[in-house]
């Protein structure tokens, strides 16, 4: 299966730690995804890539958010300094380069903030 | 500007009955329009999109939808339920303008099938 991946699945973190995240899109895809999806909401748009371009951010992702694809591949999103309300799950999603294609998501990992 | 209103939290049907999900959209430009459903500790999984070619879309696993534009909705529905559809389901708009980023997600419908 060649779907996108995301690492680590779940991650338990105390206040105030710093925690990143992996999304690997499936290979052919030059746009990547970020959304966050908190208990009985659906998920809302973090950032947007094509390829190493970080072309779209939400106002959601305030400054201890940062999130890069350096050689237009993986992906990483950084939260610095967690607080309890970053508590959610977090999507990552892939797509080809071609106006309004469909985006494919990853499992998320759920991120739990004590 | 785009937002995305599903107009029931929850639904709950029997299984062999019609299923109706449903979905009205907002958007400054033309839409495209999609249906995910999410199973419990699963991925978002797409049912249909709809994209400015015919208004009756069909999907997977039965399910189709129909865009109407004079009605801004895009309903979900299924002829005939199945205890495997009791699943959460996503209304998502998404706009081609300077690029084509986000999509918006509505609150999501949670559907119950009893047998």
């Known amino acids: 299966d060649t779907g996108v991946s995301q690492n680590p699945r779940h991650k338990i973190t105390k206040r105030g730690q710093n925690v990143t995240f992996r999304c690997d899109p499936i290979?052919?895809?030059?746009?990547l995804y970020w959304y966050r999806q908190t208990l009985g909401q659906g998920p809302e748009f973090l950032t947007y890539f094509q390829n190493e371009a970080q072309l779209e951010k939400s106002r959601l992702l305030s400054d201890r958010f940062s999130a890069e694809r350096p050689k237009g591949s993986f992906s990483t999103l950084e939260i610095q300094r967690t607080e309890q309300g970053d508590s959610a799950m977090y999507l990552c999603?892939?797509?080809?380069?071609?106006?309004?294609?469909?985006?494919?998501f990853g499992p998320g990992t759920r991120l739990t903030v004590l | 500007a785009q937002s995305v209103t599903q107009l029931d939290s929850h639904v709950s049907v029997s299984e062999g009955t019609p299923v109706l999900l449903r979905c009205n959209y907002s958007s400054s430009y033309s839409p495209s329009l999609f249906w995910y459903v999410q199973h419990p500790n699963k991925g978002l999984q797409l049912l249909l999109k709809y994209t400015s070619a015919a208004t009756l879309v069909k999907g997977i696993n039965g399910f189709e939808a129909e865009f109407k534009k004079s009605e801004t909705s895009f309903h979900l529905t299924k002829p005939s339920a199945h205890m495997s559809d009791a699943a959460e389901y996503f209304c998502?708009?998404?706009?081609?303008?300077?690029?084509?980023?986000?999509?918006?997600f509505g609150d999501g419908t949670t559907l119950t099938v009893k047998p």
């Open positions: 998502v708009v998404r706009t081609i303008n300077t690029n084509a980023g986000k999509s918006t």
């Open positions: 999603a892939s797509s080809p380069d071609r106006g309004v294609a469909t985006q494919y």
């Open positions: 290979s052919e895809h030059n746009r």
